[in-house]
């Protein structure tokens, strides 16, 4: 064992501040893992650790909402340490994130391109959490009063924009790729809706769980709202659908569930490998959507699906899996490099930064010339 003792220089007047991380002593990520002690500037947390521990921590004020903030005012990665001596580590925490609201209330504050505007607790009478929802304006929009756009409605929203309330400090930068697009021609302007995350993330986004209910949600209480308040082009033909992860999944799912209502979608690292086992220990782990294939889910015509993932995301079903579901579409008619396209991205890991890298792709399959 070693002793590693961890110091964090924080703002004068800060409350207890908490050291959370990837060791049960720290709670296993839990944002009240461990209370560091001292009162002032200076604060300390001693563990006693076994040698060749990987330990990754971070600090916060008691909820992810109040994380510690890097020079830059964002959100910093994970803090690491290679356990293979005793240590003393000292870290400078300029600040800690702000209540969210007031970044929402300061959206220019972002720098983002175009327009933001925030509703904020949305109720739904199918869901049980509230959640924020942002409509992204594309540059022009205020100028143009008789243009209408095409919609894309986007999961984890508080990772699109600003990233100073991105879950990484780093935001997919959704107003810079489609500023990019449309500056060289290649699509048009689009309106964004972005759905915040809740607690509950997991099981609104499984299909087989309280994803029908986040469906509900989407397409009889929001999108009405939507397309009521802004100057959208509506139905299936000119709405989209794009998520990462399990973002993935939901929009995979929604695509071929209710074509009514999207004609289009772009999973990035989808994650097909979601099993029951996560919400029950009596489930096996076969992966859902292995199910759905077997039970003959009839993909509609006239879809439109984007799919990638990297080579470095950690789970080597990835490959196989999109194998799999490359062929049942298929099998369907679907034509690869038409219907769909299947993209492998050599390098790529499972994170924001990673999709921000090549969200271009997928949104010139969405919304540009098609063949």
């Not at 702000?98 to 869901?127: A, T």
């Not at 009889?220 to 939507?226: A, H, I, T, Y």
Request: glycine share 10%; hydrophobic share 35%; net charge neutral.
């Amino acid at each position: 064992m070693r002793t590693v003792t961890i110091r964090a220089q924080v703002p004068e007047g800060v409350a207890t501040v908490f050291l959370t991380g990837n060791r049960p002593e720290l709670g296993n990520w839990n944002p009240r893992g461990l209370p560091m002690s001292g009162e002032g500037r200076e604060r300390t947390a001693v563990l006693r650790l076994p040698v060749g521990t990987q330990l990754e921590y971070k600090f916060t004020l008691g909820s992810w909402d109040r994380e510690g903030l890097g020079p830059s005012g964002t959100i910093l990665p994970n803090h690491r340490l290679l356990v293979d001596a005793d240590k003393e580590v000292t870290i400078v925490i300029p600040d800690f994130r702000k209540d969210i609201g007031d970044y929402l209330d300061d959206w220019k504050g972002s720098g983002v391109l175009g327009q933001l505007e925030y509703w904020k607790n949305v109720p739904s009478k199918f869901l049980s959490a509230t959640r924020h929802v942002e409509i992204w304006l594309p540059p022009g929009y205020d100028e143009n009063p008789t243009n209408r756009y095409d919609v894309l409605y986007m999961h984890d929203g508080q990772n699109l924009f600003d990233p100073r309330i991105a879950n990484t400090g780093v935001d997919l930068g959704v107003d810079e790729a489609i500023a990019r697009e449309v500056k060289e021609g290649r699509i048009q302007p689009v309106i964004v809706v972005g759905v915040w995350n809740t607690d509950q993330r997991l099981r609104e986004y499984s299909p087989w769980h309280s994803g029908t209910n986040y469906a509900k949600f989407l397409i009889e209480e929001l999108m009405p709202q939507v397309n009521q308040k802004f100057r959208t082009r509506t139905g299936p033909k000119h709405t989209a659908v794009m998520g990462s992860s399990l973002g993935g999944l939901i929009s995979f799912w929604l695509c071929y569930k209710h074509p009514e209502a999207f004609g289009s979608g772009a999973c990035l690292s989808t994650a097909l490998m979601l099993n029951g086992r996560l919400f029950s220990p009596d489930a096996d782990d076969a992966p859902l959507i292995e199910r759905e294939i077997a039970a003959g889910v009839i993909i509609p015509r006239g879809m439109r699906l984007y799919f990638d993932y990297g080579t470095r995301e950690g789970a080597s079903s990835f490959e196989s899996l999109h194998a799999k579901v490359s062929a049942w579409l298929v099998s369907q008619g679907l034509k690869e490099g038409e219907g769909f396209v299947v993209r492998k991205i050599p390098g790529a890991e499972h994170n924001e930064a990673a999709w921000r890298a090549r969200l271009d792709e997928p949104l010139k399959f969405l919304f540009g010339k098609q063949p």
